[in-house]
């Protein structure tokens, strides 16, 4: 069984950064892509960032290009998620996840997940 567990959230003011953190545990060598989504009260759930674990191919969604960065430490299991510049938008429960299998490029962002863990609370406000 796959789990993950997320963590770094918090209270930030606008501009300010957090560093979340994602590890993951049991079958870690069926992911292919972790993925962070986000998903604030009464909206979609929102693909942030992903990464492929063969090759370490990043994409972002045009919303944090420039201001997120997402990384990988095999070694431990971990996949982390930089956020500078923050803003009052990004506010929202952020997921790790893995992809759906045989996605390719950008799809990664994208609904379904195939497994997630309980997120962590990052809220932006002054």
């Known amino acids: 069984q796959l789990q993950f567990v997320e963590s770094g959230g918090g209270l930030v003011q606008p501009g300010g950064s957090l560093r979340l953190s994602c590890a993951a545990s049991?079958?870690?060598?069926?992911?292919?892509?972790t993925v962070w989504f986000r998903q604030a009260p009464g909206k979609e759930r929102e693909g942030v960032s992903c990464?492929?674990?063969?090759?370490?191919?990043?994409y972002y969604a045009q919303s944090v290009t420039g201001r997120f960065t997402i990384s990988r430490d095999s070694a431990k299991n971990m996949v982390y998620l930089q956020m500078n510049s923050l803003k009052s938008e990004d506010t929202a429960v952020y997921y790790c996840?893995?992809?759906?299998?045989?996605?390719?490029?950008?799809?990664?962002?994208?609904?379904?997940?195939?497994?997630w863990g309980q997120g962590t609370q990052v809220t932006v406000s002054s």
């Open positions: 996840a893995k992809a759906a299998p045989g996605v390719l490029g950008t799809q990664c962002l994208r609904p379904p997940y195939a497994a």
């Open positions: 049991g079958f870690t060598s069926d992911i292919d892509v």
């Open positions: 990464i492929r674990h063969s090759g370490g191919t990043q």
